[in-house]
């Protein structure tokens, strides 16, 4: 089975101040989402094949519940300065493909149709790597419906994202689950002292990179 990368989240401060640096760089930003019954609120950067999300609890109790405690979202953002920061969503490549690039359980979260879940992996609890998440209804937003399209045109004209890197201190240790995602070749991963993630665009054929860190664990290639 084929997959594809679909986002990344990156856990922020309440209200996604650190978007100001993208927005200043160069990058649009498209329409936020509260994700209800969660307790989760975002800030999302499209690009032609994927998305960017600053991602920040809202609802402390929400995000406590039973119904959403197993994803460890909460634990993950209210200690993203000790664990890992990061989500990293795969989508099929084909429509019909309801198999999970990882060994994963069943999330239904209040924000969707009962009859449709979000597939997580069964590391979740494994804070010192990103959670690792597949949904069903994933495509390009370049792709997008109309109604639901975003803004890609960025004035730095990056594009679309062909790298996604990894770099935390216990890279060299991948749970099942995390190697079963390096195996799609959708990310990679590398030791690091602290955590962050580069994103390559459009085959970094220019050689620039920008870095957002400390206020922001990312840097962007091109």
Known sequence: MAFEFDHLFVCTDIGASEAELLL???LLEGSSNK??????V???????????????VDNPEEAQSADICRTRL???WS????????????????SNNNIAAFSSWAY????????????VGTNSDVLTEPMLFQTPFGKRPDKYSAEKSQPLEHRVGLREITRVELIYPDANNPSPELQSVIDTNQIKVRVGETYFVELGFDGEL???RVDFCPKLPLTLCW
């Open 24 to 26: 200043s760089f160069g």
């Open 35 to 40: 994700h209800i019954g969660q307790g989760t």
């Open 42 to 56: 975002n800030r999302r950067f499209f690009f032609h094949n994927a998305m960017l999300e600053l991602l920040w």
């Open 74 to 76: 909460w634990e993950r």
């Open 79 to 94: 200690n993203r300065k000790d664990t890992c920061p990061f989500g990293i969503c795969l989508r099929p490549s084909a």
């Open 108 to 119: 239904r979260p209040p924000y969707l149709p009962e009859t449709m879940s979000i597939a």
């Open 206 to 208: 220019q050689g620039n």
